[in-house]
């Protein structure tokens, strides 16, 4: 599997690992998102780390044809740094994919395609209706457009290659071992140090939020019983907005839910995000475990407290970074 000392992949790890038999090998660039301390104490002999690229077909290739299933989950995914520069997210989303898929035809394997709800644009605030495996794609961001080149080329090389793909766009991810440049581990840090957490805007922009567990036995589902050729889409029904959810993190603290700092938005912000999981549910007996938003939320706020090593050393530049752009 690619990205698998990201957050969401890493998690994946561990899900696989404890649910299957399954020996995996691991290929990570392991950039400024990814780490290996999230692989430590997975059993030596079911997961290997090899560091490389998936843009390089020398690398790609040799260790798609040793595999039965490859699983991608690799992706430049901060839209804030796509905004910075497009170039990675054009590397790694669309030559990366590229890549990786003439392996998989190649070697006639399994291919898994991990992608977002971000390609299909944005809904109003008002409106009840929900993204669906049918709705068009209306990227906003260099993110999410080269998520959207991704998934197209997917579905191009099954049809005319017979690729062996299926597809999944996931909601909003939250859990362990996220960046603390994200969200809600943002706002997490903000308060243990004691700071008012910031928000874009007005904050009343709605994420659909799903824990990485659940995720996680999602793709897992898809993986093992999902139609070769056909898009899933995975959520939990954990619409959200932003203002409630830095107000719930401020509850867990004992703060006052009145202690945010409004910033800036940025450009191009879309405003509501909503799945519609019900293709997953009913075709494949999916349901996720995270079904109480602010049970999963307290869970993540007791992880990272417990892992002050690990996201303290980047803190600070990620504050300094998020200043410089008076955000």
């Given at each position: 599997m690619t990205g698998g000392a990201g957050f969401i992949g890493s998690n994946f790890v561990h899900h696989l690992v404890a649910n299957t038999d399954a020996h995996v090998t691991v290929l990570d660039k392991l950039t400024y998102a990814a780490t290996q301390e999230c692989l430590d104490g997975l059993p030596a002999d079911r997961v290997e780390l090899v560091v490389g690229d998936i843009a390089e077909p020398e690398v790609v290739e040799p260790l798609v044809a040793g595999v039965d299933a490859v699983v991608h989950y690799a992706a430049e995914s901060h839209n804030d740094n796509s905004l910075e520069d497009p170039g990675p997210f054009i590397r790694t989303n669309i030559v990366g994919t590229f890549t990786l898929l003439e392996a998989a035809r190649?070697?006639?394997?399994?291919?898994?395609?991990v992608s977002t709800d971000e390609v299909y644009g944005d809904l109003e605030l008002d409106d009840l209706k929900r993204f669906t495996e049918d709705t068009p794609y209306n990227p906003s961001s260099p993110y999410s457009a080269s998520k959207a080149g991704s998934d197209h080329l997917v579905r191009a090389w099954v049809r005319s290659f017979g690729v062996r793909a299926t597809i999944s766009n996931c909601s909003n991810n939250y859990g362990p071992w996220q960046h603390i440049e994200k969200f809600i581990p943002r706002q997490i840090t903000e308060v243990i140090d004691g700071r008012k957490p910031r928000l874009y805007g007005d904050g009343l922009n709605v994420r659909d939020w799903i824990h990485t567990e659940d995720h996680s036995s999602a793709v897992l589902a898809i993986l093992e019983r999902g139609e070769i050729g056909e898009t899933y889409l995975i959520g939990a029904d954990g619409e959200k907005n932003n203002l409630e959810v830095v107000q719930a993190i401020l509850r867990h603290f004992?703060?006052?839910e009145d202690d945010i700092e409004f910033v800036r938005d940025r450009a191009?912000?879309?405003?509501?995000?909503?799945i519609e999981s019900g293709k997953l549910r009913h075709q494949l007996g999916w349901q996720p475990t995270y079904q109480d938003f602010d049970a999963g939320l307290q869970a993540t706020i007791d992880w990272y407290v417990a892992h002050e090593d690990w996201w303290r050393p980047h803190k600070d530049a990620v504050e300094a970074s998020y200043a410089a752009k008076g955000q």
């Open positions: 190649k070697h006639d394997k399994r291919f898994h395609h004992g703060r006052s191009g912000h879309d405003r509501r995000y909503a």
